[in-house]
């Protein structure tokens, strides 16, 4: 098992940023691809970004392309999701997730992940 605890979010203006983290705990022994999905309101989950194991390999959602970046600390068990120029759109609650990773590769799919944290919100005021 792993648990995954996500921080970081709040209220900020647009065109600010902001950081989330997300810090595992549990089987963290075992290697993980990790990826950032958020939930706006009255929609469904989407996918925002993901990196292999080792965080050599990335991906991102056209939405988030250019603006945000996802990086992780495997020595801290944390990765993290750096947010710039947000937008009145970016306004959701933002997921960690986590999936058990032999091979190096990125996970975009919401039903390949095993672990997700409990969510932080983040409000972008216009």
């Known amino acids: 098992q792993v648990q995954l605890v996500e921080s970081g979010g709040g209220l900020v203006q647009a065109g600010g940023s902001l950081r989330l983290s997300c810090v595992a705990s549990?089987?963290?022994?075992?290697?993980?691809?990790m990826g950032w999905f958020r939930q706006a309101p009255g929609k469904d989950r989407e996918f925002v970004a993901a990196?292999?194991?080792?965080?050599?390999?990335?991906r991102y959602a056209d939405s988030a392309r250019g603006r945000f970046t996802i990086s992780r600390d495997n020595a801290k068990n944390t990765v993290y999701l750096q947010m710039n120029s947000l937008k009145t759109e970016d306004t959701a609650v933002y997921y960690c997730?986590?999936?058990?990773?032999?091979?190096?590769?990125?996970?975009?799919?919401?039903?390949?992940?095993?672990?997700w944290g409990q969510g932080t919100q983040v409000t972008v005021s216009s």
């Open positions: 997730a986590a999936t058990v990773s032999i091979q190096p590769v990125v996970v975009v799919t919401i039903g390949r992940y095993d672990y």
């Open positions: 549990g089987r963290t022994d075992r290697s993980h691809a």
């Open positions: 990196t292999s194991r080792s965080g050599g390999l990335t």
